[in-house]
């Protein structure tokens, strides 16, 4: 186990309510649950999402923390949140990382696997 190890996992829901087809405007949320499986507490400070939609229009977002927050684990500790992104196709995908930094000083960066954004039932 690396002394500097977070996992991330996430969960994807389209929001129909908030997308307009007719206007190709496709409105998703994501649950991203955070965990410190290291052995040292240490704090997201930033983030840096690729978001690709169908057509393989890409758009790169950077910013400070998560939700307003830089949230500082302890091994054995998690954060989640939930966020949502916008594209102009009924498909795409995001990956990422953030940026932390551990209580001795250390920085690394955490990826984030990529992961699907899908309207229900369009994936064969």
């Keep these: 186990m690396s ?3 977070f996992t991330v996992t996430v969960q994807t829901q ?3 309510e908030q997308s307009d087809p007719a206007r190709s405007h496709y409105v998703f949320a994501y649950a991203i649950t955070i965990k410190n499986t290291g052995g040292i507490a240490a704090q997201l400070i930033s983030r840096h999402w690729v978001i690709t939609d169908a057509n393989n229009h890409t758009e790169e977002v950077r910013g400070l923390g998560v939700v307003g ?3 500082l684990l302890q091994p054995g500790e998690q954060f989640e949140y ?3 992104t916008s594209m102009a196709t009924p498909q795409g995908s995001m990956r ?3 940026f932390c930094v551990a209580e001795d000083g250390h920085r690394f960066e955490v990826p984030i696997p990529e992961f699907i954004l899908s309207l229900p039932r369009t994936l064969h």
């Design 3 to 5: 002394s500097y190890e």
């Design 14 to 16: 389209y929001l129909e």
């Design 69 to 71: 927050n830089q949230p």
């Design 82 to 84: 939930t966020s949502g």
């Design 96 to 98: 990422g990382e953030y």
